[in-house]
């Protein structure tokens, strides 16, 4: 059974920082691209950020770049987001995703095969 389990999510003060990480059950992860997407209040759920199976390539929404890096330790099964200067927009459930390599980047939902059960993050001004 696949599972994705994120940590790292509180409430935090705008200008904070915060990291998210994903522990992964697939094997072998590296032969899955991983992400994050999020949903706030009332919203769909949004494409955050994506990173291939071998960790070489990298894609963020407009809205986080430059804020937010996300990161891959394949050893370790885990991904990682590290987010920089939170604002209040960026509230909301943040949810590990996982796809197999030959299906592409994740930028949609439909382009998801797994998700974790989200961690949520707060960021008050």
């Known amino acids: 059974q696949v599972q994705l389990v994120e940590s790292g999510g509180g409430s935090v003060q705008a200008g904070d920082s915060l990291r998210l990480s994903c522990a992964a059950s697939?094997?072998?992860?590296?032969?899955?691209?991983m992400g994050w997407f999020r949903q706030a209040p009332g919203k769909e759920r949004e494409f955050v950020a994506t990173?291939?199976?071998?960790?070489?390539?990298?894609y963020y929404a407009d809205s986080v770049k430059d804020r937010f890096t996300i990161s891959r330790d394949n050893a370790k099964s885990t991904v990682y987001l590290q987010m920089y200067n939170l604002r209040p927009e960026d509230t909301a459930v943040y949810y590990c995703?996982?796809?197999?390599w030959g299906r592409g980047p994740m930028f949609a939902r439909d382009d998801v095969q797994y998700w974790g059960q989200g961690t949520q993050v707060t960021v008050s001004s």
């Open positions: 990173i291939m199976s071998s960790g070489g390539s990298a």
């Open positions: 995703a996982a796809t197999y």
């Open positions: 697939l094997r072998p992860v590296g032969t899955y691209n």
